[in-house]
């Protein structure tokens, strides 16, 4: 027999599951969530292996979802000191790189920039010519005062060619190991969010080189040596822990992603809505295809503004340790403060003193955890009042998520789904799974391989099906450096979007291919 | 006088955006440049237009072509320095002091910047009170004040002073010279003197821009004395508050068309909303009957937060409160009406003022 070993890191809890090469659950584990992540982290791996009570060896594939990057952008710990090349000059000086950064954080990163010639037009004419020499001068000032480079050139979604060219330059100057982020291979249009992506991705080399390191010796320690290793991206699928280390800002927002992905798998769907309610929050997301849809606007990372593929989600502060008040003018309010993994402790029907949303439903006879006689004081039409504002909270958010009127069907998991109701305006059907609680760990273990690629074309010089043939075999490229079996790719998603005001149809081309992993 | 800092920007950058209309460009570019050059250059003096000379010379400033070029690349800074030097040649006079076209997310902006940049002051007007799509649509073209001499340049130094017989001539060719730029320039146009500013200018837009931030922006936020407070300022009327349902969206001709329908909640429950926009929003209908028309300003604002929204970035399912504003009383004119009334955007309907439709619901 083969297994899987799936880690996912939420806020409040490590989950860990080992699945069977059927994909069946063998074993789950919960554990908290510690403050340096990974010692969490490796005891969540060491007790589920060992309560599965299978052979180490016989683990074929090892998966981990993790925080570490968002957290070291949070906490400015552990980043690297990043030069930021931005090819443009004489355009764009009127806002310089860190603009609008916290100053915190750029005292860390070390601030270093400069803007040289070079760059595109919309038309993919050059802004002025690019000079290696000027880069060169760049590069022997910068000599061991950075650890790593971003490399931003205007337009290049469109003519990515002088980010490549200027990343082997600084390969041929620093070494063949020096990290170098490009942004055409990271983030859409919008110099500036794309170039705050590129920088938090090139700072967070150290993080991803010190998680992905630490996670396959810990897997050798526990007698897991044969095991490829993966880490989670958010958009739902695997990446080689090589392709990891070049783009870890992919890492950031895997944990909700892991949700849906292991939601939908339980529920055996590709289309619906996913909500997934914890102790202190609800997230809610939309699976489109078997995947997540993306947010379609600037997404702030540590109060940094950045533009690179995040998924839609829907947070609110609503979750099975919500706390139930009524405030002076007799109006329900729940949330958004809860007791968190203190439920056991502090909600009414486990003998503690604050009543939670857990207690309502235990009330209404919705959910039978605890003792139902310690919530039998709670006046019934209160708790009613308190179950209509908490169905209304859900009823919101989910309207907030949809893209039509049309009813949805949801998919509801977490540890807090007893809160929810049986019937909520705008669904279809409700599907809950007895595995849900776990469901972030197992869609970290059922994940493929996808390659993902975005290139601006001008369908007048560029015929539209040479580029999309084009886009696609990049996509495999990049799906087979990433892990995936060549011979097992497939076409999940192409996306055309004109762009408005440029001429000569240019339209911005989006492919992405999923394969088995190799 | 007074001097304007990074937090006065943050405001009328708010504010600019509102009375965008819809449209206007998207704020954060314009609100970065104008942030970076404070940064760099210090605060920037604001003159209200009874502190000019009339013989003064100044040189509105302002961004043309397409927005979402802007996002990508945008200007060096010192085009606006070469534009009011070339300019001030041509004309055989020096340069005064800068002021914004238009009341929108980017172009509300770009005046700060030049005047940061050149240590000339800005002056309190400008000439729509709002935004509009096209060049010609400014109450200095009503005044009778000429676009041109205008100048068209480019961070890489090209510079054109271009001079036409009427303002829409001046609109085809700087639009021409625009696109081979770059799709994206920056221009001056409507060279004035102070006492053509003060016959045309809106006056105290920067202000008055600046004063619907700071009501969006307080620390604690009440909605509905937010919302009071800015009918009051702007003598507008709450139109509507709901749930977008539908929109749809096409681009003819470098313009952005489109129609939204907004589903009522609050007090306009049971009620329906449809606003039609091109860029700005031109008509917005209540339960079929027409509420208001451009000229007159229709305003959207995140629903609980009354954080102004473009029209670009409306989706199904957000919560958007709708304001009608009056529009500056030039635009009332038949003048006024034949540049930018409904008729001029293909309706076939007459203007009617937002007040005369709205009092017997306000009341």
């Given at each position: 027999?083969?297994?899987?070993?799936?880690?996912?890191?939420?806020?409040?809890?490590?989950?860990?599951?080992?699945?069977?090469?059927?994909?069946?659950?063998?074993?789950?584990?919960?554990?908290?969530?510690?403050?340096?992540?990974?010692?969490?982290?490796?005891?969540?791996?060491?007790?589920?292996?060992?309560?599965?009570?299978?052979?180490?060896?016989?683990?074929?594939?090892?998966?981990?979802?993790?925080?570490?990057?968002?957290?070291?952008?949070?906490?400015?710990?552990?980043?690297?000191?990043?030069?930021?090349?931005?090819?443009?000059?004489?355009?764009?000086?009127?806002?310089?790189?860190?603009?609008?950064?916290?100053?915190?954080?750029?005292?860390?990163?070390?601030?270093?920039?400069?803007?040289?010639?070079?760059?595109?037009?919309?038309?993919?004419?050059?802004?002025?010519?690019?000079?290696?020499?000027?880069?060169?001068?760049?590069?022997?000032?910068?000599?061991?005062?950075?650890?790593?480079?971003?490399?931003?050139?205007?337009?290049?979604?469109?003519?990515?060619?002088?980010?490549?060219?200027?990343?082997?330059?600084?390969?041929?100057?620093?070494?063949?190991?020096?990290?170098?982020?490009?942004?055409?291979?990271?983030?859409?249009?919008?110099?500036?969010?794309?170039?705050?992506?590129?920088?938090?991705?090139?700072?967070?080399?150290?993080?991803?080189?010190?998680?992905?390191?630490?996670?396959?010796?810990?897997?050798?320690?526990?007698?897991?040596?044969?095991?490829?290793?993966?880490?989670?991206?958010?958009?739902?699928?695997?990446?080689?822990?090589?392709?990891?280390?070049?783009?870890?800002?992919?890492?950031?927002?895997?944990?909700?992603?892991?949700?849906?992905?292991?939601?939908?798998?339980?529920?055996?769907?590709?289309?619906?809505?996913?909500?997934?309610?914890?102790?202190?929050?609800?997230?809610?997301?939309?699976?489109?295809?078997?995947?997540?849809?993306?947010?379609?606007?600037?997404?702030?990372?540590?109060?940094?503004?950045?533009?690179?593929?995040?998924?839609?989600?829907?947070?609110?502060?609503?979750?099975?340790?919500?706390?139930?008040?009524?405030?002076?003018?007799?109006?329900?309010?729940?949330?958004?403060?809860?007791?968190?993994?203190?439920?056991?402790?502090?909600?009414?029907?486990?003998?503690?003193?604050?009543?939670?949303?857990?207690?309502?439903?235990?009330?209404?006879?919705?959910?039978?955890?605890?003792?139902?006689?310690?919530?039998?004081?709670?006046?019934?039409?209160?708790?009613?009042?308190?179950?209509?504002?908490?169905?209304?909270?859900?009823?919101?958010?989910?309207?907030?998520?949809?893209?039509?009127?049309?009813?949805?069907?949801?998919?509801?998991?977490?540890?807090?789904?007893?809160?929810?109701?049986?019937?909520?305006?705008?669904?279809?059907?409700?599907?809950?799974?007895?595995?849900?609680?776990?469901?972030?760990?197992?869609?970290?273990?059922?994940?493929?391989?996808?390659?993902?690629?975005?290139?601006?074309?001008?369908?007048?010089?560029?015929?539209?099906?040479?580029?999309?043939?084009?886009?696609?075999?990049?996509?495999?490229?990049?799906?087979?450096?990433?892990?995936?079996?060549?011979?097992?790719?497939?076409?999940?998603?192409?996306?055309?979007?004109?762009?408005?005001?440029?001429?000569?149809?240019?339209?911005?081309?989006?492919?992405?291919?999923?394969?088995?992993?190799? | 006088?007074?001097?304007?800092?990074?937090?006065?920007?943050?405001?009328?950058?708010?504010?600019?955006s509102l009375?965008g209309a819809g449209?206007?460009?998207?704020?954060?570019?314009?609100?970065?440049?104008?942030?970076?050059?404070?940064?760099?250059?210090?605060?920037?003096?604001?003159?209200?237009?009874?502190?000019?000379?009339?013989?003064?010379?100044?040189?509105?400033?302002?961004?043309?072509?397409?927005?979402?070029?802007?996002?990508?690349?945008?200007?060096?800074?010192?085009?606006?320095?070469?534009?009011?030097?070339?300019?001030?040649?041509?004309?055989?006079?020096?340069?005064?002091?800068?002021?914004?076209?238009?009341?929108?997310?980017?172009?509300?902006?770009?005046?700060?910047?030049?005047?940061?940049?050149?240590?000339?002051?800005?002056?309190?007007?400008?000439?729509?009170?709002?935004?509009?799509?096209?060049?010609?649509?400014?109450?200095?073209?009503?005044?009778?004040?000429?676009?041109?001499?205008?100048?068209?340049?480019?961070?890489?130094?090209?510079?054109?002073?271009?001079?036409?017989?009427?303002?829409?001539?001046?609109?085809?060719?700087?639009?021409?010279?625009?696109?081979?730029?770059?799709?994206?320039?920056?221009?001056?146009?409507?060279?004035?003197?102070?006492?053509?500013?003060?016959?045309?200018?809106?006056?105290?837009?920067?202000?008055?821009?600046?004063?619907?931030?700071?009501?969006?922006?307080?620390?604690?936020?009440?909605?509905?004395?937010?919302?009071?407070?800015?009918?009051?300022?702007?003598?507008?009327?709450?139109?509507f508050?709901?749930?977008i349902?539908?929109?749809?969206?096409?681009?003819?001709?470098?313009?952005?068309?489109?129609?939204m329908?907004i589903?009522?909640?609050?007090?306009?429950?049971?009620?329906?909303?449809?606003i039609?926009f091109?860029?700005?929003n031109?008509?917005a209908?209540?339960?079929?009957?027409?509420?208001?028309?451009?000229?007159?300003?229709i305003c959207l604002a995140d629903m609980?937060?009354?954080v102004p929204c473009t029209s670009?970035s409306i989706?199904?399912?957000k919560?958007i409160a709708v304001l009608?504003?009056?529009?500056?009383?030039?635009?009332?004119?038949?003048?006024?009406?034949?540049?930018?009334?409904?008729?001029?955007?293909?309706?076939?309907?007459?203007?009617?003022?937002?007040?005369?439709?709205?009092?017997?619901?306000?009341?």
């Open positions: 027999m083969k297994y899987r070993l799936g880690i996912d890191v939420g806020g409040t809890n490590t989950d860990a599951v080992i699945l069977d090469e059927h994909l069946q659950v063998i074993n789950s584990i919960k554990v908290h969530t510690t403050a340096d992540i990974e010692s969490g982290i490796y005891a969540a791996m060491h007790q589920v292996i060992q309560q599965a009570k299978i052979a180490p060896q016989q683990i074929t594939h090892a998966m981990l979802g993790t925080t570490q990057c968002t957290n070291a952008i949070v906490e400015r710990k552990h980043l690297a000191k990043v030069g930021v090349i931005r090819l443009a000059y004489p355009a764009s000086v009127a806002i310089v790189p860190y603009t609008a950064w916290p100053t915190s954080m750029v005292k860390v990163l070390s601030g270093k920039y400069e803007i040289i010639h070079g760059g595109s037009e919309y038309s993919g004419q050059p802004i002025s010519a690019f000079d290696e020499n000027e880069l060169k001068k760049v590069l022997d000032k910068w000599q061991g005062q950075v650890e790593a480079i971003a490399v931003i050139g205007v337009f290049s979604s469109i003519k990515p060619e002088q980010e490549v060219r200027t990343a082997q330059l600084i390969k041929q100057q620093y070494g063949d190991d020096f990290p170098v982020s490009l942004s055409a291979t990271i983030g859409s249009i919008g110099l500036i969010e794309r170039e705050n992506a590129t920088i938090l991705n090139a700072a967070l080399d150290k993080v991803m080189r010190r998680t992905a390191d630490g996670f396959t010796q810990s897997l050798v320690q526990e007698g897991v040596k044969n095991a490829q290793t993966y880490l989670c991206q958010n958009d739902g699928t695997l990446m080689s822990i090589d392709y990891a280390k070049a783009y870890p800002i992919l890492t950031i927002g895997s944990g909700p992603t892991n949700s849906i992905r292991g939601a939908a798998y339980l529920a055996k769907v590709k289309q619906a809505m996913v909500l997934d309610i914890g102790g202190t929050t609800a997230d809610l997301g939309v699976l489109v295809n078997g995947f997540p849809r993306e947010s379609s606007i600037a997404v702030q990372v540590g109060g940094i503004r950045t533009n690179f593929r995040m998924p839609d989600i829907v947070s609110i502060g609503l979750g099975g340790g919500s706390i139930v008040r009524e405030n002076s003018t007799g109006e329900i309010t729940v949330g958004p403060d809860s007791v968190g993994y203190q439920i056991e402790e502090k909600a009414l029907v486990f003998g503690g003193d604050t009543l939670t949303t857990t207690d309502i439903a235990v009330r209404l006879g919705q959910a039978k955890v605890g003792d139902p006689e310690k919530v039998a004081q709670i006046d019934l039409a209160f708790a009613k009042r308190a179950a209509a504002k908490i169905k209304a909270m859900l009823e919101n958010a989910i309207d907030q998520m949809k893209t039509s009127r049309d009813a949805v069907d949801l998919v509801l998991v977490g540890g807090g789904e007893i809160i929810a109701p049986t019937e909520l305006a705008g669904v279809r059907q409700i599907s809950r799974n007895p595995q849900g609680p776990v469901a972030n760990a197992i869609g970290a273990s059922i994940a493929q391989i996808s390659g993902d690629f975005e290139k601006i074309y001008s369908y007048e010089k560029v015929q539209r099906e040479r580029a999309l043939k084009e886009a696609e075999k990049l996509a495999n490229q990049q799906a087979v450096a990433a892990g995936a079996k060549a011979t097992s790719l497939s076409l999940v998603d192409v996306n055309e979007t004109p762009l408005a005001y440029a001429p000569g149809k240019t339209t911005k081309v989006r492919v992405k291919v999923v394969g088995d992993l190799a | 006088m007074r001097y304007l800092d990074a937090s006065n920007i943050e405001k009328i950058a708010t504010g600019a009375l449209g206007g460009g998207a704020p954060y570019i314009g609100k970065m440049m104008a942030l970076s050059a404070v940064a760099k250059y210090g605060p920037v003096k604001l003159l209200s237009l009874d502190e000019i000379d009339d013989e003064d010379v100044y040189m509105p400033a302002a961004s043309m072509g397409a927005p979402m070029v802007l996002t990508e690349k945008f200007p060096k800074g010192d085009e606006f320095a070469r534009a009011f030097n070339r300019l001030g040649n041509y004309l055989g006079t020096k340069i005064a002091g800068t002021f914004p076209m238009e009341a929108g997310g980017v172009n509300s902006m770009v005046p700060i910047v030049v005047a940061a940049q050149s240590g000339l002051p800005l002056v309190d007007c400008d000439g729509m009170g709002r935004a509009f799509p096209e060049l010609q649509m400014t109450t200095f073209h009503l005044g009778g004040v000429a676009a041109t001499p205008m100048v068209v340049t480019d961070e890489k130094g090209n510079l054109s002073i271009i001079e036409t017989i009427t303002d829409k001539w001046s609109e085809l060719l700087a639009r021409d010279q625009v696109v081979e730029m770059g799709a994206s320039a920056s221009v001056c146009l409507y060279p004035s003197t102070g006492q053509q500013m003060k016959a045309n200018g809106v006056d105290g837009i920067i202000t008055k821009c600046e004063r619907l931030g700071e009501i969006v922006h307080q620390a604690h936020p009440d909605h509905d004395q937010q919302l009071a407070a800015i009918q009051a300022l702007t003598h507008g009327y709450h139109l508050d709901g749930k349902i539908d929109i749809s969206r096409d681009t003819r001709a470098g313009f952005d068309y489109g129609k329908t589903d009522g909640l609050n007090t306009f429950e049971q009620q329906s909303m449809v039609e091109q860029n700005e031109l008509v209908y209540r339960d079929g009957k027409m509420v208001t028309c451009v000229p007159d300003l609980d937060s009354l670009e989706k199904y399912g919560r009608g504003l009056p529009a500056d009383q030039r635009w009332r004119t038949p003048a006024g009406i034949d540049t930018v009334g409904p008729r001029y955007f293909g309706y076939d309907f007459d203007y009617q003022p937002l007040e005369k439709i709205n009092t017997e619901v306000q009341a």
